[in-house]
């Protein structure tokens, strides 16, 4: 640019030599360079202004390989013309075009959609495109480059557009019925519909200690003041609530890394879980043993009936990492204090220890209904003797349930 910027001084360069010697045409040389490179200047410096570009979608949440529209749109709303333009959006590598082949950008793990052409005083040019996600994640679509440069090609310029469009892709998500789940009972036998039980969370009052209370019903406070052991009494629910639990381990040791298509494969699974549940009004929870990006804590949603709780679960699964936070099993311990009696709790892993299969067992035996759905053929159904299993292949083809 400062070469270009010093090729403006040979205009006046070469009025000063005509002048001198009295040669008019290299004076007239010299101005012509002069307004040409002058004109050129001004034109580069102003090449930009009152250009927008905007780039939108026509939804920011998809399942995985579903195609949405992404709209492009290059505005320039001012009397100068770009002679010419080329605009790079960037995008994630996991994104494709439909009838594209982005090319491969500076950052590792980014694209470059191309575009290319002129644009006239007051124009606006709009692409219109199908984009869908081969894997589930939440990914980039932006920032903007746009390079042009003034008539003559002197002097270019590059503007940067810093807006990031985000894109969410969930996992893919089956019906129950489709992977082979009968579709009256899929996770097993119910002991009856609409039963009514207690919520923890709600107490009542309070009553005298009666032989065969759990522990966990106890209120060690009141029992202080009054000298005896006494009771909670909560209030009943009749509110059904289903907690779905994603173990993350696809091997059983950190370090040997994980299997992504087992990984896949169980994440895609709970989130087919949470959307039956939903679907049959459910409170829906969320339970694992991994951490959002840029978090550490482990994934807990409580169960909920609101409309915004489904979204927030697959949102959760789609950013779900291979990296662990501790074990599940330690999780569960931790979690169960705060569960309804009667809760629905639903294991989705294609790794199950032993300390994850006697904390489901314990579970059962407290009176919730418990089930499991194991993602991979190489966990040992030995272990979990007792509890209901389901078991789905590679294709996703379900076996009869086992108890």
């Known amino acids: 640019m400062v070469f270009r910027d010093l090729w403006l001084l040979a205009g006046p360069v070469l009025i000063g030599?005509?002048?001198?010697?009295?040669?008019?045409?290299?004076t007239g040389i010299g101005v012509v360079v002069?307004?040409?490179?002058?004109?050129?200047?001004?034109?580069?410096?102003?090449?930009?202004?009152?250009?927008?570009?905007?780039?939108?979608?026509s939804e920011i949440r998809a399942f995985q390989g579903e195609e949405v529209e992404l709209r492009v749109e290059l505005e320039n709303r001012k009397p100068l013309p770009l002679p010419w333009f080329d605009l790079?959006?960037?995008?994630s590598d996991e994104l494709q075009v439909e009838g594209e082949t982005p090319a491969s950008a500076s950052?590792?793990?980014?694209?470059?959609?191309?575009r290319r052409g002129a644009l006239g005083w007051y124009e606006r040019r709009r692409w219109r495109l199908r984009l869908s996600a081969k894997e589930r994640g939440q990914f980039q679509i932006g920032p903007t480059q746009i390079h042009s440069a003034d008539l003559l090609g002197i002097f270019h310029r590059f503007w940067n557009d810093p807006v990031l469009t985000p894109f969410v892709a969930y996992p893919r998500v089956f019906a129950l019925d489709d992977l082979g789940f009968p579709a009256?009972?899929?996770?097993?036998?119910?002991?009856?519909?609409?039963?009514?039980?207690?919520d923890p969370l709600r107490i009542a009052g309070l009553r005298d200690y009666e032989p065969g209370d759990p522990l966990r019903r106890i209120d060690w406070k009141a029992t202080a003041r009054h000298g005896e052991l006494q009771s909670r009494v909560y209030e009943p629910s009749a509110v059904q609530h289903l907690y779905v639990l994603l173990n993350i381990d696809t091997l059983e040791h950190s370090w040997e890394g994980y299997l992504k298509d087992d990984l896949e494969r169980t994440?895609?699974?709970a989130a087919s879980l949470a959307v039956w549940g939903a679907g049959r009004r459910y409170a829906v929870g969320l339970l694992a043993n991994g951490s959002l990006p840029n978090s550490d804590r482990p994934i807990r949603l409580a169960p909920s009936r609101a409309r915004s709780q489904l979204p927030?679960?697959?949102?959760t699964l789609a950013v779900v990492q291979p990296l662990t936070m501790g074990n599940l099993a330690g999780a569960l311990r931790r979690e169960a204090g705060r569960l309804p009696l009667g809760s629905t709790l639903v294991l989705a892993a294609a790794l199950v220890s032993d300390e994850l299969a006697e904390a489901?067992?314990?579970l059962q035996d407290e009176g919730y209904r418990v089930a499991v759905v194991v993602t991979s053929e190489r966990v040992d159904l030995e272990k979990l003797e007792g509890l209901p299993v389901r078991v789905t292949g590679r294709q996703y083809e379900a076996s009869e349930v086992l108890v």
């Open 17 to 26: 030599v005509g002048a001198g010697t009295g040669q008019p045409m290299v």
């Open 34 to 57: 002069l307004i040409v490179g002058a004109l050129s200047r001004l034109w580069a410096r102003y090449l930009f202004r009152r250009v927008n570009v905007r780039t939108e979608l």
């Open 88 to 91: 790079r959006l960037t995008l």
């Open 107 to 114: 950052a590792p793990g980014l694209s470059w959609l191309m």
């Open 184 to 198: 009256d009972r899929p996770l097993g036998e119910s002991k009856g519909r609409n039963r009514i039980f207690e």
């Open 267 to 269: 994440v895609s699974m």
């Open 312 to 315: 927030r679960i697959l949102e």
């Open 360 to 362: 489901m067992r314990r």
